[in-house]
């Protein structure tokens, strides 16, 4: 397998996307993945007879070759929040033996996207990943629907892009640790890079934790989101929001996100060249709800840029950036003053320190205007003169779980509940 890459500018893409509201009509594409259901549930509730399918779509990425084929990649799986008689909250897992898996899809002419094969992905043994979390750094804690408590999976990935290498090697970035995941063609991880100091010793996956320490201050829930490998091997993952560095106030008030970049001409194959850098991403402050999503390479130092509440799809060019890993230390100060950090940072203080943030271009004012469920945008690639969407539905299951009105003493106690008719669905922005 071999990658393929597309070069496109923002400056085409503006010119060619309208991107007025009413004019998305004309040159969009919706096809709806066809799910049968004895091939694609998941799990029935025994109360209300509600189903989960497979979704959770937060990747996406062009089978190299194959027309109107793509990769997505599905993250941990349906995971509600329950909360006891005691107003706490529980995070509960309905499929604990689900774990991310990357599919297939072919779209055919009648408007419907077909899978055509689900691989999970698996231990050098052949044991299936889980979604259940990991440890280090703390996340949610796991329960199955009878509120028992579930084991945590020190190789589990929460998985939130999809990329291929130069080499043909897929690459996954998940929220967890969080960390970027090295995977073979047969669905194999081969290799995982988390932040220094969050190895347990008891990861099966050779698991090595050489990236910068401050990724593990991520939010929960808020890791590496995006991921895209550029033609001349460089992986580059974006964190969702700014990392709590020292706290959560801090990241909210400045909105300065942090792009990751691994030389995989060096991790890979030994060429004498930096290994990782990092770039300063400015997200809108907005009560800190702004949040970035997928990344899809254009070319050697220029990403296209998803992002959420602002609804926006960005063309990002890192040329001129400065490299962060050359103002702070390992865990995230400033060399400067170590009392303070890039969080911290605002605009004026950003510039008396000369740290330049990577440039942005509008290239799609509304993502919302092709379809409001993309208001929840986590899959992007570009084919020729298309651009390529998806969303994540959340597998349709609500954020709220309910306890059954009649419980049944064999359990389960918590009772599905789900969004509605929020099924998997694929975009093509046709460009003129």
């Not at 499929?95 to 698996?122: C, W, Y």
């Not at 889980?130 to 998985?159: K, Q, R, V």
């Not at 969702?240 to 970049?261: E, F, K, S």
């Amino acid at each position: 397998m071999k990658a393929k890459h597309f070069r496109i500018s923002a400056a085409a893409l503006v010119a060619s996307v309208l991107i007025q509201p009413m004019a998305f009509s004309a040159q969009v594409e919706k096809f709806d993945v066809h799910l049968v259901p004895e091939k694609f549930t998941l799990y029935t509730d025994p109360y209300n007879g509600n189903q989960i399918e497979v979704g959770g779509f937060s990747g996406l990425y062009p089978v190299p070759g194959q027309a109107d084929h793509f990769y997505v990649v599905t993250d941990r799986g349906p995971a509600p929040d329950f909360v006891d008689e005691d107003g706490v909250t529980l995070k509960t897992f309905a499929v604990p033996d689900f774990g991310p898996h990357i599919i297939t899809l072919r779209l055919q002419p009648n408007s419907k996207a077909k899978i055509e094969n689900i691989m999970p992905l698996r231990r050098p043994d052949g044991s299936i990943i889980s979604g259940l979390p990991t440890t280090l750094p703390p996340t949610d804690i796991p329960y199955d629907f009878n509120l028992n408590l579930l084991p945590f999976d020190e190789d589990s990935i929460d998985a939130e892009g999809i990329t291929i290498d130069p080499w043909g090697n897929f690459w996954v970035c998940e929220e967890y640790k969080p960390s970027v995941a090295l995977v073979s063609p047969n669905g194999i991880v081969q290799m995982r890079l988390i932040p220094a100091g969050t190895l347990t010793g008891l990861e099966q996956v050779p698991t090595f934790d050489i990236l910068p320490a401050v990724l593990a201050k991520r939010r929960n829930n808020r890791g590496l989101e995006g991921i895209a490998a550029s033609s001349d091997g460089i992986l580059y993952a974006v964190m969702q929001r700014p990392v709590n560095n020292p706290n959560r106030a801090a990241a909210d008030a400045n909105g300065n996100a942090r792009i990751l970049a691994v030389n995989l001409n060096a991790l890979l194959h030994g060429a004498p060249e930096i290994l990782i850098r990092q770039y300063l991403y400015r997200v809108p402050p907005a009560n800190g709800s702004v949040t970035l999503s997928d990344l899809f390479s254009t070319e050697p130092g220029k990403l296209l840029v998803t992002e959420r509440v602002t609804d926006k799809l960005f063309e990002v060019d890192l040329t001129a950036a400065s490299d962060l890993t050359l103002f702070e230390t390992a865990d995230g100060k400033l060399i400067s003053n170590p009392a303070r950090t890039l969080e911290q940072l605002t605009t004026a203080e950003l510039d008396a320190l000369e740290i330049v943030a990577v440039t942005k271009t509008v290239v799609i004012d509304s993502l919302m205007a092709i379809d409001p469920l993309l208001e929840k945008v986590e899959g992007l690639c570009v084919v020729g003169d298309q651009i390529i969407l998806t969303h994540d539905n959340d597998f349709n299951v609500a954020e709220i779980a309910s306890t059954p009105a009649n419980p049944n003493p064999n359990g389960p106690f918590v009772q599905l509940e789900l969004i509605g008719a929020n099924h998997p669905r694929i975009y093509k922005v046709r460009l003129p």
